[in-house]
């Protein structure tokens, strides 16, 4: 059952402290994204990776940092320099083509107290 | 510097009429569309896509029409169904940047029963 995973659906942290969210997939993309959605502002990409150990900033990555160590697996990491990081977060994977379509998982709904 | 923008928020009709959804974009170098539907707290789903080289794309309900000299392109649904009550985004590539998207702010279509 192939897909892609993202967790914790829900996720509080303190003001200050950096956290990590997973996104998992078994679909065997090369190409994997992180987005942020705000209400009224869409889908902005974060980061993306087209093949493992690379990957390059979107439009919004300050605050923000990513690896890319296995093919299934592309971990986002919301850092205390990132102003506004109550948000939902979703993560995709695609074949590296434009023409292929992205998968997304789930997201994750990211809250700072 | 909004390159892809959906400038309606929001959009209401009956069952079983024709929805049509706007999408215009700046960056002439897009070369590929695709129109994605997003339920609340899921991800988005791939609807339907377009080349730059057509100027029309079916798939059963679903329609894209692509006016290239206007960078405009829209998505009919015919006849909508209350299912299909959810927000819309549209998207644009470039096959020379490889499989990155920007997308549009999106917009929210309820149909009415």
């Known amino acids: 059952d192939g897909g892609i995973t993202q967790s914790p659906k829900y996720l509080f942290r303190k003001e200050g402290q950096n956290v990590t969210l997973s996104c998992e997939q078994n679909?065997?993309?090369?190409?994997m994204y992180w987005y942020r959605q705000d209400p009224g502002q869409g889908l902005r990409l974060i980061y993306y990776?087209?093949?493992?150990?690379?990957?390059q900033k979107g439009d919004i990555a300050e605050g923000y940092s990513v690896s890319r160590e296995k093919k299934e697996s592309f971990p986002l990491t919301v850092t205390s320099a990132q102003k506004n990081p109550t948000a939902f977060y979703l993560c995709?994977?695609?074949?590296?083509?434009?023409?292929?379509?992205?998968?997304f998982g789930p997201g994750t709904r990211l809250t700072v107290l | 510097d909004q390159q892809v923008k959906q400038n309606s928020p929001s959009l209401s009709v009956q069952e079983g009429r024709i929805s049509i959804l706007n999408c215009d974009y700046t960056?002439?170098?897009?070369?590929?569309f695709l129109w994605y539907k997003k339920y609340p707290a899921e991800g988005p789903t791939f609807l339907i896509s377009?080349?730059?080289?057509?100027d029309k794309n079916e798939d059963g309900r679903f329609t894209v029409f692509l006016n290239k000299s206007a960078k405009h392109l829209s998505l009919h649904i015919v006849p909508s169904q209350p299912g299909d009550s959810a927000v819309y985004f549209c998207?644009?590539?470039?096959?020379?940047?490889?499989?990155?998207?920007?997308f549009g702010e999106g917009t929210q279509l309820t149909v009415n029963p």
């Open positions: 679909l065997n993309h090369d190409a």
């Open positions: 960056n002439s170098m897009f070369d590929y």
């Open positions: 377009i080349s730059s080289i057509k």
């Open positions: 990776s087209q093949i493992v150990n690379d990957f």
């Open positions: 998207a644009a590539g470039e096959e020379t940047s490889g499989s990155r998207l920007t």
């Open positions: 995709a994977s695609s074949f590296p083509s434009v023409f292929n379509e992205q998968f």
